[in-house]
């Protein structure tokens, strides 16, 4: 008996052998819902491992309850990408250490090497954050829901010239994103020279986009997942010669 931490890839076919197999052996598959905008129809999943899939919000993963069936039955959770690119997933291993239950981690491609297709070398990112979805109609201690502390991790970033994934919150759009975006560089007086723009990296959609902000703004046809990437001031010339190739 033992729980499956399963990464899918960032597209439909991007299940590894090791994955497959060892879903098949499993008497319960479910699925991570929360923390991306999936770029393909999840029912297709279940054609292609030919088991029923029970989807999980946030609060259900976090109670981390399903994770004690692992101690009668083979279970599996299956994560966007690779499992623990996300770090709140590492508290699903530190359960099963403390309950005595058997783990295996099936690792899988992510966003965090998929940024690489710009061109930008990965050694030369620092570290990554993630821009909240503001909630207009709502109020934290006399101010509206706009959290921006995103901002110190570019400003960090830069100062030792490095470059700046930014993972954008689930059921944010392309257009409203953007203009977040623009409002906390404005704010907090950071200055860019290009924004990249990367929409569904590792699928048949795969697109980037690298301009100014001002130019991102009137892009309309941006499908999720996306995320953002502030370049660092200075580049080695051949991400420069691979920006332009998608620069507008």
């Not at 996306?226 to 507008?248: L, T, Y």
């Amino acid at each position: 008996m033992a729980f499956y931490l399963t990464g899918l890839g960032l597209n439909e076919n991007s299940l590894t052998e090791e994955a497959i197999a060892a879903i098949k052996e499993c008497d319960k598959v479910y699925l991570e819902n929360y923390t991306v905008n999936f770029p393909y129809n999840t029912k297709m999943l279940e054609k292609k491992i030919s088991k029923k899939i029970v989807e999980l919000n946030r609060e259900q993963v976090e109670k981390e309850e399903f994770l004690l069936e692992a101690k009668k039955a083979d279970i599996a959770l299956l994560v966007y990408g690779s499992p623990l690119s996300a770090t709140t997933h590492y508290s699903l291993i530190n359960r099963c250490i403390m309950k005595g239950i058997k783990y295996k981690i099936i690792y899988n491609g992510s966003i965090m090497d998929a940024v690489a297709e710009t061109g930008l070398q990965l050694y030369k990112f620092g570290k990554t954050t993630s821009m909240p979805k503001w909630i207009t109609d709502k109020v934290d201690r006399g101010r509206k829901y706009e959290p921006d502390s995103f901002a110190e991790i570019i400003k960090d970033n830069q100062k030792i010239k490095a470059h700046t994934l930014i993972l954008v919150d689930i059921g944010t759009d392309f257009g409203e994103a953007v203009k977040q975006l623009m409002r906390v560089l404005k704010n907090n007086n950071i200055k860019t020279d290009g924004i990249i723009a990367c929409s569904r990296l590792g699928t048949n959609e795969s697109r980037m986009i690298c301009s100014s902000i001002e130019k991102l703004v009137k892009i309309n046809d941006i499908k999720a997942p996306f995320c953002f990437i502030i370049p660092s001031g200075k580049k080695h010339f051949a991400e420069e010669e691979a920006i332009e190739r998608f620069r507008i």
